[in-house]
């Protein structure tokens, strides 16, 4: 099934946001149909990030709603948004540095715990049980982003590609249904580049995660992406499929730069 | 490793069971049989009075401080005033409510002060760092204040002190150094069983997370505040048990001021020279910490009795120990347990380093 004949799981409407009075977002509406990667391009402060912590809870919007599957929000709580299966990763990586690669991963799963403290501390078969699924899925992880020899390396100790990968792995092991990325790919040379698209499709086709990600490399958005949107200051410029984004003459001014 | 395919496996029946899979933790097994039954038959009176029984206790108060500022980041110098409250839930326990066995009072004591460490843990929401530490001064001064002024807390005895009202299990008389070293190495493996699993669980993660970043560990989905405050609550059970062992099974006669401003710097001592984050070093910085004076008394009166005059070579040992403790934290500031770790790591490799 092609993403584009599926239904949205996300619809962003009428959304505005402004801090202390200068507009950040404004009157944003856009949808993400099922099973599609979503890129939101636009220059430095068009209000990308913004809206990624909109959609997970961090920021409240001032007006407008987001559905989330079929549900509406206004404002969601960060573990609300996460319970209901909302990933996310974060521009500067927001990891544990002294803890591990598996360990890190872990900490994608607390707010799934069910086992209680004297379950965990007297090691009681319920959270043996528990600890052995988790690890499991953290291994599967582990495969599946390729990170398997450095488990029990110290995250801080990792290069910088690497560690976007944990950040990854860390959303990941969660299961989210709808995946959100915050620049996967800064600061990344093409090689590291390269293998971390490799790893978003691979999690798009495979398990059927959505994702929406923020990416300023254009080459990058059009071999990955089925949908564009295009931000500046604030307000979509620019909505469709990579070649009828690519071809919009309000998109090329404000985003591109004028044609020679 | 490009040529990995992608896809997850449905089931992954083959590499867990032999990573989960442990084998028998022989070094362990050797130690525990050694502190239970060769020291017994073994150790004389004074080994066990002056040197075990001390260095046990020190190390389950190092553990219950770890858990805190190692493990949750929460560094706290108030260590000694939760092994006081400890030490005189304790007491009124076994004084007031008759036939409590003495385990239970342990437990009780343990729990009253996980209360007391909960309630100074809630500013821990709000305060973060050196300002938090302030705070757990403030909460060392007032607890060592409370069980000064109030003579209730120790049966309104003229001397201000607490003792043991009885040490037995089952029957069984506790007072001789054997029953006391007993009772504490078995507290001790108990707990640093569940220490283990506590941070080993996703508890303990919870914890380090907190610790190494906690604005990012609450946008994940942990509940920084409330793993804050259990942590507070957990260290202070470790600490107020340790502090009842200290009372009842070291000093045997206790008052406030066994549990000073520099009984909970000597505890953040040992966790510093052992090492934060580790179980292990809690029992290596105890090790330094006690025996290492005495190492050093042994070794000046050898050497310079005669020449130079107790007094000062009193003072002489300090300076050394000082100087040591510098020395030791320069080389390594992760602690003796990572200097030991890197040892390994070299002999494994030796002789054949290349």
Known sequence: MTPQMAEPIL???????????VKAIN???????????????????????????????????DSGEVVFEREHFRGIHPL??????????????????????????????????????????????????????????????LEFLELQPWRSVAVGKLAYGQQ??????????????????????????????????????DINR??????????????????????????????????????????????????LGTVH | MNQHSHSLPASYDAAPLE?????????????????FVLIPVLGDDYWLNAILIPFLILSLAGLGLNLLTGYTGQTSVGAA?????????????????????????????????AGVGFVFGIPSNRIKGFYLMVTTLAAQFFLEWVFTKFPWFYNYASSGTISAPRLELFGYDLHSPLGRYLLVLTSVVLLTWIAVNLVRSQ??????????????????????????????AVSSFYLGVAGALWAFAYLGTASASSFDINRSFQILFIIIIGGMGSIAGNFIGAAFISLLPLLLNQIGQGLLSGMVDAGQLQNLQKIIFGMLIIWFLVKEPEGLIRLLANLGERLKAWPLRF
Request: hydrophobic content about 45%; proline content about 4%.
């Open chain 2, 81 to 113: 005033g939760f092994m006081a409250v400890g030490a005189f839930a304790t007491y009124s326990l076994l004084l007031r409510v008759p036939g409590l066995p003495l385990p239970l009072a342990l437990v009780g004591g343990g729990i009253i002060a």
């Open chain 1, 27 to 61: 009157d944003l509406s856009f949808s993400v149909r099922r099973g599609e990667i979503c890129a939101l391009i636009g220059p430095n402060g068009a209000g990308k990030s913004s809206l990624l912590n909109i959609l997970n809870g961090v920021y409240r919007p």
């Open chain 2, 203 to 232: 508890i303990g993660r919870n914890w380090m997370a907190i610790r190494d970043m906690d604005t990012a560990a609450a946008v994940i989905g942990i509940s920084v505040d409330r793993h804050k405050r259990l942590a507070f």
């Open chain 1, 206 to 255: 495979d398990l059927g995660t959505t994702v929406v990600l923020i990416e300023h490399d254009i080459k990058v958005v059009m071999g990955l992406s089925n949908h564009v949107v295009v931000l500046d200051y604030g307000r979509k410029v620019g909505d469709g499929t990579p070649t009828e984004v690519q071809s919009n003459p309000e998109v090329i001014s404000a985003y």
């Open chain 1, 80 to 141: 609300e948004a996460a319970r209901r299966g909302i990933g996310r990763t974060f521009q500067n990586n927001a990891l544990f540095k002294k803890m591990t690669v598996l360990d890190n991963l872990l900490t994608g799963l607390s707010r799934h715990t069910q086992s209680g403290f004297f379950a965990q501390a007297l090691g009681l078969p319920r959270a043996r049980h528990e600890a052995r699924q988790f690890r499991e899925r953290a291994e599967n992880i």
């Open chain 2, 19 to 35: 990573l989960t899979r442990r084998a028998w933790p022989w070094p362990l097994l050797t130690l525990l049989l050694v502190a």
């Open chain 1, 11 to 21: 619809q962003v409407q009428a959304i505005s946001l402004s801090f202390k009075g």
């Open chain 1, 164 to 201: 976007k990968r944990v950040e990854l792995g860390r959303a990941l092991i969660a299961e989210p249904r709808l995946l959100l990325l915050d620049e996967p790919m800064a600061g990344m040379n093409a090689e590291e580049k390269h293998e971390m698209s490799r790893f978003i499709l």
